[in-house]
Nanobody, 122 residues
Framework: VVLVEESGGGLVQAGGSLRLSCKAS?????VGWFRQAPGKEREGVAA???????TYADSVKGRFTISRDNAKQTYSLQMNSLKPEDTAMYYC???????????????????WGQGTQVTVSS
């Protein structure tokens, strides 16, 4: 059973950057990053597979980059050009149970972290 834990959230001004990290208890093929703003549903942000294939939500393409360090079992989300609408609790998820085409669906992951808060001020 893989466990994941997020870190790296914080408060940043619009246009700034943050790097989130997801530490897994063991090697995992696939990891997704999700976010949930107050009053909204959780949504997929980015995902990465074992062969380093990646997929992104349209809202973050060109601004966010997901990466993995298998030796450290760490999966990172580099967030640049942050906007106030990026404010949310960010979650790391592992153990994808769907095809890669559904890698940004909340229902496709069964292992979740507790989340890390990202707040972007205008």
């Amino acid at each position: 059973v893989v466990l994941v834990e997020e870190s790296g959230g914080g408060l940043v001004q619009a246009g700034g950057s943050l790097r989130l990290s997801c530490k897994a208890s063991t090697y995992t093929l696939d990891v997704g990053w999700f976010r949930q703003a107050p009053g909204k549903e959780r949504e997929g942000v980015a995902a990465i597979y074992s062969d380093h294939s990646t997929t992104y939500a349209d809202s973050v393409k060109g601004r966010f980059t997901i990466s993995r360090d298998n030796a450290k079992q760490t999966y990172s989300l580099q967030m640049n050009s942050l906007k106030p609408e990026d404010t949310a609790m960010y979650y790391c998820a592992a153990d994808l149970r769907c095809s890669w085409g559904n890698a940004l669906l909340v229902s496709c992951y069964i292992r979740w972290g507790q989340g890390t808060q990202v707040t972007v001020s205008s």
